[in-house]
């Protein structure tokens, strides 16, 4: 099978490149990069005017499988993910049961496998059941192909069994995803401690709450020498202490979602559930600092934290309703319109943060667009403008707070292994 995308921008960060050209594709390889190429193809698609870049890869995804099948599976999670743009997804560990053993895992990636439509990596919990208590079989997992090791919902609190885990966590040459969040500091909060929280009568989640975890991780990976990489980083001291962390040589990468750095807290529409998420939105000061730490590129990577939940579950109050949203069929769209658009990011920069940077923290062959690499691209158009529609989701979640929210750029084909899993035409 051969298939030869003519006259795209071309956009790989791994080269540097940024220029017109063509890319054939033979079987799941680039086969050839060129100005032009005239070989004939069993499949041609003309992407002048487009973003030809490496697929996006999201390092932050909640698939709810096994376990929680009503709010999303792999299945349903994949075809997100396609329509996303995004050719590999990190699955989080925090289903029912935990994914804390190697037949979990191999269970995830085997219905991906079967599936065949966006690579799925699967990864491992840090404690048994989530609890805290003891490691999970972190070896066992590592030899059936986690990328890495998060305990994603919660901190571990205990500072000994995270720093026991960095050792192993190191020895196997797999990052750490932290999820920062003290549970004792929390107290009960659902949105961010300011004003409009004490307008509606609500407890609040201060940004210290966050910033102590991401200080104690940083320290406790200083000590071992293992990889750190913070999840859905949202104050602004977490960019200064990132910064800081980098200055001095402590191996720590961080991810920003599109919702911290689109919305602040006075965008909460009273009462809807759909701002609510964890970390909350927090304020004009923090949201600047994250995009001028994007921007900077202190904080490496944009993920989506993509969490589904029911109609029915979101369908409360705000002190019971779950936290999260989804996001895999967004985030493109929204990083190009307050990123790109705004000059916060170049196309060059998105294709880092969204493709080339997870690939170098996983240590996976993706994210570039040189001869001889997997054939895993993402074409998109930075004109189409559009307003976005969550009754179009292909992922189960509809709980979103961007519904009806106007965006410019959108994917228009993604490419897996050289096949295509998702073209513009497809939409209904």
């Known amino acids: 099978m051969t298939l030869l995308i003519k006259n795209g921008r071309i956009i790989d960060p791994a080269t540097k490149t940024d220029e017109v050209m063509d890319i054939l594709i033979e079987d799941d390889k680039i086969a ?10 069993d499949k041609t698609i003309n992407a002048k005017g487009c973003y030809v870049m490496p697929g ?10 096994p376990g929680q099948e009503a709010k999303e599976t792999v299945v ?3 075809r997100a993910a396609a329509r996303g743009g995004f050719t590999t997804i990190l699955a989080m560990p925090n289903t029912k049961p935990v994914v804390d053993n190697a037949d979990v895992v191999n269970y995830v990636h085997q219905k991906a496998k079967n599936l065949g439509l966006v690579h799925v990596l699967q990864v491992g919990a840090v404690t048994k059941g989530q609890k805290g208590e003891e490691l999970a079989d972190i070896e066992g997992m590592a030899d059936v192909g986690i990328p890495a090791v998060s305990e994603d919902g919660k901190s571990v609190m205990n500072a000994k069994l995270l720093r026991d885990a960095m050792q192993v966590t190191k020895k196997r040459g ?10 004792n500091l929390v107290d009960g909060g659902v949105v961010n401690a300011d004003e409009n929280a004490k307008k509606a009568g609500l407890r609040g989640i201060t940004n210290s709450v966050e910033d102590a975890i991401i200080a104690r991780d940083i320290m406790i990976a200083h000590d071992t020498g293992s990889a750190l990489h913070l999840c859905h980083c949202s104050t602004k001291s977490s960019v200064t202490m990132v910064k800081m962390a980098k200055e001095e040589g402590i191996r720590v ?4 979602c599109p919702h911290h750095f689109t919305l602040t807290s006075d965008d909460m529409i009273p009462g809807d559930t759909n701002y609510k998420m964890n970390p909350p939105l927090r304020t004009k000061e923090d949201v600047e600092a994250l995009r001028l730490g994007l921007k900077e590129n202190i904080m490496d990577v944009i993920s989506t934290d993509h969490a589904p939940h029911t109609a029915d579950e979101k ?4 002190t019971r309703a779950p936290f999260g949203i989804v996001g895999l069929e967004t985030a493109a769209a929204l990083t190009y319109t307050e990123l790109v658009l705004k ?8 294709a880092e943060k969204m493709s080339y940077n997870p690939a170098q923290i996983l240590g996976l062959e993706a994210g570039s667009l040189e001869e001889g690499k997997p054939a895993d691209i993402v074409i998109f158009d930075p004109a189409k403008t559009y307003v976005i529609d ?3 989701f292909w992922s189960k979640g509809r709980n979103t707070p961007f519904d009806g929210r106007k965006v410019t750029g959108a994917v228009n084909t993604t490419i897996v292994d050289g096949k295509v899993v998702y073209d513009i035409k497809m939409e209904k």
């Open 253 to 256: 990468t961080a991810e920003v």
């Open 76 to 78: 349903t999670g994949s």
């Open 174 to 183: 797999i990052p750490m995803l932290s999820h920062c969040e003290d549970k």
């Open 32 to 41: 050839k990069r060129a100005k032009k190429i005239d070989t004939k193809a």
């Open 56 to 65: 996006f890869i999201d390092m932050h995804v909640h698939l709810r499988d």
């Open 390 to 392: 969550k009754n179009k």
């Open 343 to 350: 000059e916060y990011l170049t196309p060059m920069q998105m």
């Open 315 to 318: 369908n409360n109050n705000m």
